[in-house]
């Protein structure tokens, strides 16, 4: 009982000692910038907002899920989250053919995995042949690997991967936690065995000790780590000797737990907590999710979404600016394009987004709509409607519709909202009946257009083959060459928001709030958490 | 007496069929499914082709139809086997029951404070000749069945963890990380307990045989601890066993609000994902303790009054 108490007490201290020195000097801000140089050592107790039900990274598709798995694996290649370009990691070069069919990756030496083997050439090919094998288990890694025939092992260092089809995404995909790769030794266990953890065996700079379901999960560092990627601040082993994962559900016990001194940071803080961590010595960190932002997806074989000049009056009646300040918070940012601003080839097409209630009533009169007497406007005695289905994957969605709905209103649109579990929105999206579809996915690579676009993949709004919007979705999939992808990627977003394809609203972001004792706690590309660098005080 | 265990086994076991029949029933019904909810949650539920739900649909068996599904999850299920969970990939009797223990720890200490806040509410509101202390305590019971379980654990996080700063708000280390979740089970359980062994108690105190008894001269306190007490200690004692499986219900709540490691979690993230074998692990687990408890329950009885005992043994 004794010792009890004393973990409560050196937990609460440091906190209160931090409270004293902000009142102290109330005008100096304490970030976690003037903490003097990293030091070595401590656990780093974060909170997460859900059980990542499986730990394997190759597995999983959750947020919770990949924040612990981005620690575990390195990736072959590592993407620089100010640039987008990729970069060196566990692979020194790489060259790309023509086609973008062929990538040939040279390994740096010394690498091993926690098991002490080596991380070598076929290693790496045991390692990708077992994510294609797991098939629809690996979520996120099957799709990258969509077109993949197989490796060949070169020489001891060199392996070559093969794709079936032009697979310029696959470079950028080889730097994800997906991709990630484990040792031989973890395919002798059954996939089930490795979500547990039982033979999940990478070369990254933490190891898994322990995890409780639903309520905690320790990493350990990896001792002898030498092999970080080229984008990390520093070289060796990491800073931490822990990470202890609190898994949290309740967003107002994470806030109250960390304002308590009871954890050192916390994930998904939510907007109306915000401002309990700036200042005070806590410090926010905040990236905006790179790839398709929250947007209304429409389908254009439905009522009047058929109509363009809908869609486009749909687009002009949100005001991206009021659903940011009103009912999320500064950090967030209004959609400039249909990928957010973090997502490489992305364009800024922010006047073609900005609100415009006159041009949206003004094309709404041109194309025959005539207010009702209830406001909303019909046509040859159709009214001016869509369903939007959504499932509350983010809290704010219902609040944010909300508000898109009252300001629909005044242009004449009547929106009504949809609240579905996460399992009838995928089997609606699936089978294609609905208006509207509201939702955001995260990927660093514009790629992403092609695979929810495309009429020969997802095509989520239902677009007939053979478009323009294909041809420039083929383009910049043809070639790994970013500057070659260019004009691709930017006419694609330019199209999608001209034809209003869809309606983009605003910026997905994760917002991590630290205590006065950490620091360092960063995300990489793709806006997942990147512990390395991160140190306690 | 043994026909009459015999028969409550029996009784039993229909319920654990039932309970395992019902829940896969339920599920099925549902719309979508556990791939379905799996692939959904996450950030792959926008790039997940047809073809993917089809294949792992199939690697989990979930094509075959309901009669294959259902027959072979029961023939697994009377070997002990629920199979494996959807979601996690652990095996969902695993699952259940490394979960179990933390739950029983805080149920175990909830059900110990209830029956000692609604028992001494009860007996000291019945008791006590102040009116005034008379009508506040006898009112308690009412305002804590009326308070949100929910309401309360975070109202107890505010107090006691954020601003006392003496007890955690999350996890699963130690005693301490036990107080709160069990205080916030204990109230509106208790208040229960309270509320019907306080009315019972009056009803006894107001029979003519206690009359008789304080002619013979007994105290006050004996009359009411000793004679009244046993008498309405039976209602009570019958709700205990309700109560029991009201607590385990509950521990979905405390157990979300305090970041606990417990059956309740499960169950309430396996119940969203329709991940069906945890589901019925869960629900065969709970339906046998449940049985269990009322069968002891009633193996109680006899012992307390003496009538259920002789109405017994003329019948056994």
């Given at each position: 009982m004794i010792a009890v108490h004393h973990s409560t007490i050196r937990k609460v201290l440091p906190v209160g000692a931090a409270v004293l020195l902000a009142t102290a000097c109330?005008?100096?801000?304490?970030?976690?910038?003037?903490?003097?140089p990293p030091r070595s050592g401590g656990t780093l107790t974060l909170a997460v907002g859900s059980n990542p039900d499986c730990l394997d990274p190759q597995q999983v598709g959750t947020n919770a899920a990949l924040n612990v798995g981005r620690q575990l694996v390195d990736s072959l290649t590592d993407q620089d989250s100010a640039t987008g370009e990729i970069k060196p990691w566990l692979a020194e070069s790489w060259e790309t053919n023509a086609t973008s069919t062929s990538f040939t990756f040279h390994l740096r030496s010394g690498a091993t995995f926690s098991d002490g083997t080596p991380v070598d050439a076929p290693a790496v090919k045991t390692s990708f042949d077992g994510i294609k094998a797991l098939g629809a288990k690996s979520l996120l890694g099957s799709g990258y690997l969509a077109a993949y025939t197989g490796s060949t092992v070169l020489d001891p260092r060199t392996v070559r991967l093969d794709f079936s089809a032009p697979s310029a995404q696959f470079l950028q995909a080889s730097s994800t936690m997906s991709l990630g790769v484990l040792a031989p030794a973890a395919y002798r266990k059954t996939p089930d065995q490795r979500c547990q953890g039982d033979g999940l065996i990478g070369s990254g700079p933490f190891v898994f000790e322990s995890f409780k379901q639903n309520s905690e999960l320790v990493i350990a560092k990896r001792k002898g780590y030498a092999w970080g990627s080229s984008l990390w601040k520093h070289q060796g082993e990491a800073y931490l000797d822990k990470i202890d994962y609190k898994i949290v559900p309740e967003p107002g016990v994470r806030t109250g737990s960390l304002l308590s001194g009871q954890l050192d940071a916390t994930t998904e803080v939510q907007p109306v907590d915000e401002a309990q961590f700036q200042g005070n010595g806590f410090t926010e960190s905040t990236r905006p999710n790179p790839g398709v932002v929250f947007n209304l997806t429409?389908?254009?074989?439905r009522g009047v979404l058929a109509d363009e000049k809908v869609r486009q009056a749909v687009g002009k009646g949100v005001n991206r600016q009021e659903v940011t300040e009103t009912v999320l918070s500064p950090n967030y940012k209004p959609a400039t394009s249909i990928l957010a601003s973090t997502t490489p080839l992305y364009t800024n097409l922010s006047a073609q987004l900005a609100y415009d209630p006159a041009g949206a009533a003004a094309l709404l009169d041109g194309d025959g709509w005539v207010p009702g007497p209830d406001g909303i406007r019909t046509k040859g005695g159709q009214r001016l409607g869509a369903k939007v289905v959504f499932a509350a994957a983010f809290n704010q969605s219902q609040s944010v519709l909300e508000l898109i709905q009252q300001q629909l209103r005044k242009v004449g649109f009547d929106l009504a909202i949809e609240l579905h579990t996460t399992a009838e929105t995928l089997q609606i999206q699936q089978s294609g009946a609905y208006d509207f579809l509201w939702y955001n996915v995260t990927r660093a690579d514009p790629d992403i257009l092609r695979n929810q676009f495309s009429a020969k993949a997802g095509n989520r709004s239902h677009l007939p083959a053979g478009t323009p919007l294909d041809t420039a979705l083929d383009q910049q999939a043809a070639t790994a060459d970013s500057a070659a992808r260019k004009p691709g990627a930017e006419q694609a977003q330019q199209l999608i928001v001209d034809h209003a394809y869809a309606i983009p609203v605003f910026e997905l972001t994760q917002v991590v709030a630290s205590s006065s004792?950490?620091?360092?706690?960063s995300f990489e590309a793709s806006s997942r958490l990147q512990l390395f660098d991160a140190w306690v005080s | 007496m043994r026909n009459h265990v015999i028969r409550r086994i029996l009784q039993a076991l229909v319920v654990l069929w039932a309970a395992f029949t019902l829940s896969f029933v339920i599920l099925y019904l549902l719309p979508g499914d556990a791939v379905l909810a799996k692939l959904g949650g996450g950030e792959g539920a926008q790039t997940v082709t047809r073809e993917q739900l089809q294949q792992a649909r199939e690697a989990y068996g979930l094509n075959d139809p309901w009669p294959v599904q259902y027959g072979k999850r029961l023939l697994a299920a009377l070997h002990g086997d629920f199979g494996t969970s959807i979601a996690t990939g652990d095996s969902a009797a695993h699952q259940v029951l490394s979960a179990l223990p933390p739950t029983l720890a805080v149920t175990g200490l909830g059900l110990a404070l209830a029956v000692l806040f609604g028992g001494g509410v009860a007996l000291l509101g019945t008791y006590t000749r102040f009116r005034w202390l008379n009508n506040l305590l006898l009112s308690l019971p009412s305002l804590g069945t009326a308070l949100p379980v929910f309401w309360v654990g975070l109202v107890l996080i505010q107090i006691f963890s954020f601003r006392l700063r003496v007890l955690p708000a999350l996890g699963n280390h130690g005693v301490q990380s036990l107080v709160l979740p069990a205080i916030t089970l204990a109230l509106p359980t208790g208040a229960v307990i309270g509320q019907v062994l306080a009315k019972s108690l009056r009803t006894q105190l107001a029979e003519p045989y206690i009359e008789i008894v304080m002619a013979k001269g007994a105290s006050r306190a004996r009359v009411h601890f000793g004679h009244a007490l046993r008498n309405a200690a039976m209602p009570a004692l019958t709700l205990v066993g309700v109560v029991s499986g009201q607590l385990l219900a509950g521990s979905v709540v405390t157990e979300t609000v305090f970041s606990r490691e417990g059956i309740g979690r499960v169950t309430a993230s396996a119940v969203s994902l329709q991940d069906i074998p945890v589901v019925q692990a869960v629900i065969v687990l709970a339906a046998f303790f449940f049985v269990t408890i009322n069968l002891l329950v009633d193996l109680l009885y006899p012992l307390l009054d003496p009538r259920t005992r002789n109405r017994e043994a003329a019948r056994g």
């Open positions: 109330s005008s100096a801000a304490t970030t976690g910038a003037d903490a003097g429409a389908n254009v074989t004792r950490a620091h360092g706690v | -």
